[in-house]
């Protein structure tokens, strides 16, 4: 293929910024003007890239961006990015000055850690979004008293801009609303004992931001579904906009034999042939994320399914092809292929875990590939350090 001068193996991962723009426009539409948007590119943007998703988001609508740590903030600092950023979990009060000189937002989330950042500041100022804990059980401040505290230390301190205030809900991609209702009046009644509510409000993720109104407040954090996929399979059909899954995962296959009956197929040969079957070898295996549980996954070949056989090696698998296809052929792992499709959420549910996983798993080895317009326009080898 003609990107072979960029990486020297056969595995490589896609991701269709198209599709992440019609994610984040889509559910940006259905917001009002009044609502901004914070795309959550944490986690290398769950696995897809941080700085290709974020340049994305941002000319999709996003108004802000957040992460999960203050180092992934700085990377996208060095990488260009000039958007707003928010670290939405715990930053060391010893490394706040360093937030303040990159204009990076921090999350205030106990009145210990108010008491200890006033000691690292300086002269500087820092933004700040107070995290309140309305039943997530996390990080953040419990009760009015506690919020009350927090409000009034930062009043006495002039460094400490309060730009926003939020919580987390633990059950809203749930169709149990139950305690999803609980967590919104706990928060309604903390921002209600506030003297002063700061420009930003912020307590709906990709769920509540797309399912109740009454939780967007002035912002929304969109997360799982910028990347087009759902918060859970159960409320997956009652989504008001289509979702285009932006990751795909492909490779090759690097030899095609033919075994005979009774053969046997990987380590510690749980694997025999019931007759004679053309096997496929492909380079990926679980250093790369494709872990052993996959064994028994199916994978597209020439647009037809072919299992997985035997057990996932750690750089390489194989495969039990319908008939004998060459060397070099793609193979689909996530993605489209022909008129068959397997998603992300085939992978998890064979992984009994959620789809927010699968990509965050498939490892910096792999590389990513950006597409736009049907076109590559970027590349990232973690390997190879380009």
């Known amino acids: ?41 944490k986690a290398n943007a769950y696995g897809h890239g941080d700085v290709e998703v974020a340049e994305t988001a941002l000319a999709a609508g996003a108004g802000y961006l957040a992460v999960a740590f203050m ?12 958007a707003p950023i928010l670290v939405l979990g715990a930053t060391r009060p010893d490394d706040v000055a360093v937030a303040a000189k990159n204009q990076i937002t921090l999350t205030a989330f106990s ?7 006033t000691g690292h500041l300086g002269d500087l100022s820092l933004r700040i979004h107070i995290k309140v804990d309305t039943g997530m059980g996390r990080v953040g401040f419990r009760g009015q008293k506690e919020l009350k505290q927090a409000e009034s230390f930062i009043k006495d301190d002039s460094r400490f801009i309060f730009e926003g205030i939020f ?12 305690y999803f209702n609980q967590q919104l009046q706990e928060f309604e009644a903390l921002l209600d004992s506030l003297s002063v509510r700061p420009e930003y409000i912020h307590a709906s993720n990709s769920a509540a931001g797309m399912r109740f109104p009454a939780a967007r407040f002035n912002a929304i954090r969109l997360g799982i579904s910028m990347y087009g996929l759902s918060p859970s399979p159960e409320i997956k059909p009652s989504l008001p906009v289509e979702l285009n899954e932006a990751f795909s995962l492909h490779s090759r296959l690097v030899q095609v034999k033919k075994l005979e009956k009774g053969e046997k197929v990987s380590y510690g040969a749980t694997y025999e042939t019931s007759g004679e079957e053309w096997v496929g070898t492909i ?14 996954q199916e994978v597209l070949v020439n647009g037809l399914r072919a299992p997985i056989i035997g057990r996932v ?30 998603g992300v959420d085939e992978i998890a549910r064979k992984l009994e875990t959620i789809n927010y996983e699968i990509p965050c798993i498939i490892s910096n080895r792999v590389p990513r590939l950006y597409k736009k317009d049907g076109k590559v326009i970027g590349l990232h080898n973690h390997v190879l350090g380009s």
């Open 1 to 41: 293929m003609e990107e072979q001068g960029f990486f020297y193996r056969d595995t490589w991962a896609e991701v269709d910024l198209d599709a992440v723009y019609k994610n984040t426009s889509a559910i940006k539409e259905l917001l009002p003007e009044n609502v901004g948007l914070i795309a959550v590119v």
């Open 71 to 82: 180092d992934e903030a700085l990377a996208l600092r060095k990488k260009g990015i000039l």
């Open 111 to 117: 009145y210990d850690w108010l008491e200890k950042a």
């Open 167 to 178: 919580t987390h809900f633990s059950t809203a991609d749930e169709l149990e609303t139950s």
């Open 283 to 296: 380079p990926i295996g679980y250093a790369d994320g494709w872990i052993r549980k996959l064994q028994g």
């Open 313 to 342: 090696c750690m750089d390489q698998c194989m495969v039990r092809l319908p008939e004998f296809v060459p060397v070099g052929t793609e193979v689909t792992l996530i993605g489209r292929q022909g008129s068959d499709f397997v």
